[in-house]
Each structure stands twice: as C-alpha cells, then as structure tokens.
C-alpha cells in the first residue's frame, strides 16, 4: 500500500514535469511574444512616438521575461529557459525572473474561493445527484418510461454547456420567469445586509452556474450507474437473494452498494471536465474564478500566469486520480492497486 | 426454416442476418432498416447531408453565381470560392448588383446557386427580418441570410471535426493494439502517456491554438486529435488484451504471421465496431469545443460563418425578441450533436448483438 502511494507520487511528477514541458513548448509557438504583445498595447494607448525606440523596449522587456541572455543579447535555447522555469516553480516563484510574485498569487488568491465554491458544489451536485438518478434509473431498466429516460439523458449529455447557460439564463433571469440572478456572485449593496442575507444572496447567485456545470457531470454519472445498476439487478446473487425470499429493500441495497462503486473511478475523471467547464461557466456569468484567469491569461498570452494555472489545474487532477484509485478500493475490496 | 424451401444448406436457404451480410446490398438496407428504428437512420443520413453540406456550401449557398458568361467570357465564381479564391466581380460590380441588371434575352447569363444568399451578404432592407418564405430560417441583425450562414457553418464538420476524430482514431487505435498486444515496457509507456494527456488542460491549449498559433486550423485538429487519441488508445488496448489470448492468434503467430499481419487482420478487424462507438462520441466532443470556442469569440474561423458564433450574436438578440437569430444556429448544434450520440448507441448495440 504505501509502496504503491509511493510509486503513484514518483509517477505524478514525472506526469507534472511532462505536462509543463509540453506546455511550455505549446506556448512558445505563439508567432508574437509577450514583448511583442505588451508594446503594440502600449503603442496603441499611447499612439505615436514608439516607433524609434521600439526595437529597444522589446529588448529590454524580452531580457526582463528571460526569452534573451543578458550578456549575449542573443535567444536563449528552449530547453534552457524551461530549466529556469523549472527552477523558479519549484521555490513557487511562478512569476518569471522579474515578475512580481506578490500579485500573481494575489490574483490567484482573489479567484480561488469562486472557483472552489462553483468546483466543489458541481462536483458534490453531479456525484450525488448523478448516482441517485441513475440507480433509481438502473431499477426500472427495461420498464416502460426507461426509452424517454434514456432520450432526456441524451438530450443531457448532447447539449454544450454555453447553450444550456444561455437557455436556463434567458429562462430563469431574463425572459420568461425573472428569479434568479443573471451575473456576478453578490447584489449590488449586499455588503450592508445581515449575514444571514448575505449567505442566502450568495448560494441564489450561484445557483445557475453550479447548475450549468453540473449537468454535463451528472449525466454522464448517471448513464454510466444506470447501466451498472442494471447489469447488477441481473448477477446471479441478486436472483439467489430474490429466490431465498429475502425482502425487496434488503436485495436493492446489496445491488446498490455493488452498482454504485465504480463511481469512485469515475469521479476522478470527472475533474477535467469541471476544469473545462469553469472557463465557460464564469465567461457567461461573469465570474472572477480560475477559468476567467485563465480566458485572460490566453487573450493576453500572459504565459508565467498560464504555467502556474496549468501546475495548479495538473496537481489537483492527478491527486483526483490517485485519491478515486483509494476510494475505489476502500469501496470495493475485490479491487487490486496496480501502479 | 431452411427445409421449408429447397434442401437443407443451400446459401438461398440462410435466414436473416446471415442473408444480408452475403447478399444484394439492397437487402442489407432493407435488413437495417428493419432492425433500427427510423430515427437511427435519419440521424445517420443527416451527418452525411451536413458534412456534404459543410463541404459544398459555397457552391450551396453563395451570392455569386456557380456559371457566369460576362462580356462574352465564362466564369465560375462559385467554384472559384470552393477552392478558396475569392471572386472578382465584374464591372466593378459586385456579383449580385450585376446579376440583379442583367438584361433578360441579352448575350450575358448567370446561373446562381440553389441557395441565392451568400454568407456574408448584408441587406439592410431585411434587417433582424423573421422566418418567411423567402428566408426561412430568418435574417440577422445586419440583414444576412441566417440559413446561408448555418450551411456554411456545417463546413467546420468537414474542416476540424472529421479530420481531428480521424487523427485520434489511427493514432489512437495503433498505440493501444500496439500496447496490448506487446505488453511490458511499451504498455506502461503508453498508459502513462495516456495518463499524461487525460490531465491537460484540454479547452486551454485549444484556446490558445485557436488564437495564436497562426491560421489555427492546423493546430486546433493537431490539438483535438491529442485530446481524442487516449479514449480509443484505452478501449482498444483493453480489448486486444483478451483477444490476444485467443487460440487463433497463437495459430496465427506460430505459423509465422508476421506481428503487423496479425494486428491489422486478426485483432483490430475485432475492436471495429468499439472504435466506431468512441469514434461517434468524440465527434459529439469535437463539435461542442469548435463551437464552445467560436462562442467564446477565439474561433480559428472568425471571419467564416460558424455556429458559435453565431450564437454569440444571437444571444443578445433573442433578449430582444428576435429568436431566429439564436434558434437555428443553436438547433443545428444540439441536432448534430444528438446524431453522433444516437449513432454511437446504435454502434454499441449492434456490436453487443454480435457478442464483440
């Protein structure tokens, strides 16, 4: 057991220095750099008068972002440059060389609560609400209403997640039953309320874009314990039990408890998929989490703050992994750990 | 049932699916359509429209014409933009103004395509203009033609989705018969490989791709294909590795069949219709995350018409009232998504009526 932990952790990092790399060398591709990027901002803000010094300034911004050796004034190799990184993320200085590390986990700091308020709330949402549909499912597999179940799972499975924003927006914000809000995490003038209001303006604001990047999640956790459910209630230990006289609820129980337990390795990989949706999810509500960081960070190819997004988002899934290969085995003894 | 007509074994006497794998393909077709209902065939017909659509469009659904004979001289402008050249009007006319002041019985003709709207032609006199005859699907909000837009949309099916799922399933479907089939060192490779690829950041990379790394196309396939290759690597890897226990196989191997032989003819012909399933769904994934980033406004197909984009004008006019705007493009969305899905399922059937 602790051999196994071990060999996954030695494993995680060698993921992790993969995963950075290939990153890196994705962001490097961009035809403009970030110096590029920077003075054509700032020329367009500024107009003029940057035309004749612009040759330097990309200079001195490309030896300050570390692309340019200092002494030589030449293009530092790749390799190298990943190396330096390397060595800044190890000390947690994801900023670059020069950059200002207070702010960066600042930002990150400020979107952390947003997104792990919208993260864990889908996630709990689609886990449980998604076992519980699907085992309710799994029991009346092969009855009459299972074909529309199956179409509305679907409908659910098909429709992307910025088509359902808009239509549930549009349907419970704007046009037709104006309840719930459409933007943002707090009302305008919340911070005078008591704290019960407060507490209860917060979960009513989020209670659309929890909604939106669950339901993706939750189908899919729902589809696949349906038909585990469905393929226990025919294992012959089922039938034995039946055949004994043992009582219904008793036999549901034992089918449940054996259907439901790969969940927990499918909850590992539902991670990445929340990951994903949190980029579209609070580009729609106008939420300051991670994904919007990350939309900015990409619109601005701001790459020091795209790297440590990438670490960040990396390390919290492959300790997702690592943890529904634990909880898969505390759930179900017959499972082997293998590395 | 074989004794009813004939003798016993004759090939005419074989019932059923038997009969349909050997004989007239019209009898196949008869056969299928037998077993799957009609929505199963509909949605199968209905991506081959829309990517015949996706690849035709400008010769569909363009306002210049497809033949053209100006000043006594052919032309064929709309063939011209299927090829990617923009065409010239002539007179220093733009195609539609001339077409629309050609003289009946004069020397000139144009012959325009099905669908007389282009794209990208604007109209303000049929500004946010609803459904009607003419224009079924609508007009948007700078007077285009919605239905235009929406056959040009479907080219990204065409473009990104079919290539991208492609990429994946041959580099996927290779590695994993590769690892299953040789076991040791080159499956642990591949796995952690696989393992590396689950844990990106998918929708990041494809964003960046998309909005820096040049045209974009090349590289959104590139990334698409990355993200699709575990899915197919890990079903076919878990496939081969009971089938490669299989009697034949040791047949096969001790009579000398080479080891590329007996992947391609033995073991993959086996996983055909588990790749066709994965195949299905991540054509669903792909059309979602084309559209999801032509919606978040950093499509490679910026200029082009495509559905996210679409949508994302759209959004704020249904607010307005104006729901053509959103509904069709949205509906062409949902509608090919639920295709692929709905031939994913019909896939897995009917390879667990075969006992794959």
């Known amino acids: 057991m602790r051999r196994w932990l071990l060999i996954r952790l030695l494993w995680l990092v060698v993921t992790l220095l993969g995963i950075t790399f290939v990153t890196f060398v994705v962001l490097d591709r961009a035809p403009v750099d970030r110096a590029d990027l920077q003075l054509e901002r700032a020329a367009v803000q500024e107009g003029g008068e940057w035309a004749h010094s612009r040759a330097h300034s990309l200079l001195r911004l490309r030896v300050q972002y570390g692309m340019v050796d200092p002494v030589t004034l030449e293009q530092r190799p790749l390799l190298q440059r990943y190396v330096a990184w390397l060595e800044n993320a190890v000390q947690l200085r994801f900023a670059g060389p020069e950059g200002d590390h207070g702010a960066l986990w600042r930002r990150l700091g400020q979107a952390l609560p947003v997104t792990m308020w919208l993260g864990t709330l889908a996630l709990l949402l689609s886990v449980v609400g998604g076992t519980a549909l699907g085992a309710w499912l ?70 659309l874009p929890v909604t939106v990047m669950a339901i993706g999640p939750l189908v899919m956790v729902a589809r696949f314990v349906r038909d ?30 054996h259907g439901c337990a790969p969940v927990a390795t499918l909850a590992g990989s539902l991670l990445p998929m929340l990951v994903g949706g949190s980029i579209v999810v609070e580009q729609m509500f106008s939420l300051d989490g991670f994904g919007h960081l990350a939309y900015r960070a990409v619109m601005e190819q701001d790459q020091p703050m795209l790297m440590a997004l990438v670490v960040i988002g990396s390390v919290v899934t492959l300790l997702a ?8 085995r505390a759930v179900d003894a017959r499972v082997r750990l293998s590395p | 049932m074989s004794t009813l007509d004939g003798t016993p074994g004759t090939p005419s006497a074989a019932s059923g699916r038997e009969a349909a794998v050997g004989e007239s ?50 032309s064929f402008p709309a063939f011209a933009d299927l090829v990617g050249e923009p065409p010239v009007g002539p007179h ?15 020397p000139d003709f144009a012959w325009m395509p099905p669908w007389p709207y282009g794209p ?37 099916l065409v473009e990104l989705v079919l290539p991208a799922v492609l990429l994946g399933m041959v580099v996927g479907t290779l590695l994993g018969a590769w690892a299953g089939y040789r076991r040791g060192l080159v499956e642990v490779l591949v796995q952690r490989t696989i393992e590396l690829f689950l844990c990106f950041p998918t929708l990041l990379f494809l964003m960046f791709a998309a909005a820096f790394l040049g045209d974009g196309r090349i590289w959104l396939v590139l990334v698409m294909a990355a993200m699709f290759w575990t899915s197919f690597a890990r079903i076919v890897r878990g496939a081969v590795l009971s089938l490669r226990e299989r009697d034949y196989v040791l047949v096969a191997r001790s009579l000398g069949v080479s080891e590329w032989r007996i992947l391609t003819h033995h073991l993959l012909p086996q996983v055909k219709s588990q790749v066709g ?10 059309v979602v995350a084309e559209s999801t980033l032509s919606f978040l406004g950093i499509g490679a197909r910026e200029s082009l018409a495509s559905w996210g984009a679409m949508l994302r004008q759209g959004n704020q006019q249904v607010v307005l009232g104006h729901w053509h705007v959103w509904f069709f493009p949205a509906a062409s969305i949902v509608v090919v998504v639920m295709a692929c899905h709905v031939q994913a399922e019909r896939l897995r059937r009917r390879a667990s009526e075969a006992g794959v």
């Open chain 1, 228 to 257: 585990s459910v469905a393929t226990v209630m025919r294992a012959p230990f089922v039938q034995n039990l039946r055949a004994l006289g043992v009582e219904r609820d008793v036999v549901v129980w034992r089918a449940l408890r």
């Open chain 2, 25 to 74: 393909p019209a009898l196949m077709v008869r056969q299928t359509m037998a077993d799957d209902a009609w929505w199963r065939c509909v949605s199968s017909w209905f991506l081959v429209v829309a990517m015949l659509a996706g690849l035709f469009a400008p010769v569909l659904a363009n306002d210049v014409p497809l033949v053209a004979k100006v000043d006594g001289v052919w």
């Open chain 2, 277 to 286: 399933v994965t195949a299905a769904f991540c054509a669903a994934a792909a």
């Open chain 2, 120 to 156: 990208d032609e604007v109209d303000p006199s049929r500004d946010r203009l609803g459904p009607c005859l003419a224009h079924p699907f609508g007009n948007d909000d700078t007077g285009r033609d919605v239905l235009a837009r929406v056959v040009h949309g479907a080219a990204a």
């Open chain 2, 92 to 106: 220093d006319l733009s195609w539609k103004q001339w077409w629309a002041r050609l003289p009946v019985d004069g």
């Open chain 1, 138 to 207: 799994g029991l009346r597999a092969g009855r009459g209403g299972d074909r529309w179940a199956s179409v509305l799972l679907l409908f659910g499975a098909g429709i992307p997640e910025f088509l359902l924003a808009t239509l549930l927006t549009l349907g419970l914000a704007v046009l037709w039953l104006p309840i719930l809000p459409a933007s943002g995490l707090r009302s305008p003038g919340a911070e005078h309320w008591t704290l019960p209001w407060q507490v209860f303006d917060f979960a009513w604001h989020l209670v």
């Open chain 1, 321 to 328: 992994l690592i943890a529904s290969d634990l909880l898969h």
